[in-house]
T-cell receptor, first 114, second 109 residues
Framework: DADVTQTPRNRITKTGKRIMLECSQT?????MYWYRQDPGLGLRLIYY???????NKGEISDGYSVSRQAQAKFSLSLESAIPNQTALYFC?????????????FGAGSRLTVL | DAKTTQPNSMESNEEEPVHLPCNHS???????IHWYRQLPSQGPEYVIH???SNVNNRMASLAIAEDRKSSTLILHRATLRDAAVYYC??????????FGQGTRLTINP
């Protein structure tokens, strides 16, 4: 099993629908992140969480919300999806014990909003 | 967050060394230099990181300039599997990593 698991891997939805992308990890890391990647571009940070009760906005948090249900789970929600949220979404984890903050990424969730 | 500058693309031949440059002129004294790569249809994966001294691991070497304003990722003997987008990133005080657009590396057989 993968260390960082994202579900669903692919999702097609319609404008205005509520969507949740889920991330779970078995690495025992305390820190979790959600990134978005658009075609031909690098990754942009949406939200990050350093602990269960800690939630922080990243570069592009508008239109998104997150929930850290447990240390191992971090979900990303789009309350009312719009077409420009069509992208590849990555979850990542890291450990505060690692001074270098090395990230481990999931395989990605491809979201298409029609 | 300090920024990095990388060439958009590079090309090399299989079994030859590859030197991927990165400029980070606004780096602060406590910023680590990280490199990640993203293979086609996969999430990014960690390659190497360093602070001041050159670093080696099983995947690559990282050469850091004495003034730390630039660094070079070295793949000693490229294979077709090394074709990917390579990201040079500075880890800032907030401990989150901000990705740029990276360098798309093409390896010719």
């Amino acid at each position: 099993d993968a260390d960082v698991t994202q579900t669903p891997r692919n999702r097609i939805t319609k404008t205005g629908k509520r969507i949740m992308l889920e991330c779970s990890q078995t690495k025992g890391h305390d820190r979790m992140y959600w990134y978005r990647q658009d075609p031909g571009l690098g990754l942009r940070l949406i939200y990050y969480s350093f602990d269960v009760k800690d939630i922080n906005k990243g570069e592009i948090s508008d239109g998104y919300s997150v929930s850290r249900q447990a240390q191992a789970k971090f979900s990303l929600s789009l309350e009312s999806a719009i077409p420009n949220q069509t992208a590849l979404y990555f979850c990542a984890t890291s450990s505060a014990l690692s001074g270098a903050n090395v990230l481990t990424f999931g395989a990605g969730s491809r979201l298409t909003v029609l | 967050d300090a920024k990095t500058t990388q060439p958009n693309s590079m090309e090399s031949n299989e079994e030859e060394p590859v030197h991927l440059p990165c400029n980070h002129s606004t780096i602060s004294g406590t910023d680590y230099i990280h490199w990640y790569r993203q293979l086609p249809s996969q999430g990014p994966e960690y390659v190497i990181h360093g602070l001041t001294s050159n670093v080696n691991n099983r995947m690559a070497s990282l050469a850091i300039a004495e003034d730390r304003k630039s660094s070079t990722l070295i793949l000693h003997r490229a294979t077709l599997r090394d074709a990917a987008v390579y990201y040079c990133i500075l880890k800032g005080g907030a401990q989150k990593l901000v990705f740029g657009q990276g360098t798309r590396l093409t390896i010719n057989p």
